[in-house]
């Protein structure tokens, strides 16, 4: 069994394809993106039934004390009105997206990206009505090496055919630009 926080930085890693491990990507409003806790298990439900292995699980990650009591953990941040509508912006204005989106139905879900519990930046995704066969060259985040940020990238390309039924779309505070365009199959 894995630990909750190895488990979140694989997902974050797979998700935008290694940046900066520990970075946590979370969608907000009508949809979010959760971790299961281990075996349908959380902290608040630890007592004398609970498997040895998941009470271990949990005070490795952090979220019981020795006693098997839940640790209080940081509110996770969220997005303000005015960072969802330039996030919105920005990719909206972005010509790569705007080709990608033309003539499709889709909806608009602004989520956010953070790292330690700051706010780093946002992801826009974009759920289309159906699936789309897209050949496409998706801009893409290449870690810099000894990056000390998520935001710390340098953007290449990566050639590839894909069924698309949402784009991911990344976008850093510090940098205001649309950093990577992930190509998905969820569906709202």
Do not use: C
Request: aromatic share 8%.
């Amino acid at each position: 069994m894995k630990k909750r926080g190895v488990v979140i930085i694989v997902a974050v890693a797979i998700l935008i394809g290694g940046i900066v491990a520990g970075v946590s990507y979370a969608t907000t409003g009508d949809q979010t993106l959760q971790l299961p806790e281990p075996k349908g298990y959380s902290p608040e439900e630890i007592d004398e039934n609970t498997p040895p292995e998941v009470v271990e699980e949990f005070k490795r990650a952090g979220l019981i004390d020795e006693f098997g009591k839940p640790i209080p953990q940081p509110q996770k941040p969220s997005l303000t009105e005015e960072e969802r509508a330039w996030a919105k912006g920005i990719a909206l204005s972005d010509s790569r997206v705007r080709e990608l989106i033309e003539g499709k139905n889709y909806e608009v879900v602004i989520g956010l990206i953070h790292s330690s519990f700051e706010k780093t930046g946002a992801v826009v995704v974009i759920n289309f009505d159906k699936s789309y066969d897209i050949e496409y060259d998706w801009p893409w985040m290449e870690p810099i090496e000894g990056a000390q940020k998520p935001s710390d990238y340098r953007q290449s390309i990566r050639h590839s055919k894909q069924t698309v039924r949402s784009l991911d779309i990344m976008i850093f505070f510090d940098r205001g630009e649309v950093a990577a365009i992930i190509p998905g199959s969820r569906s709202s």
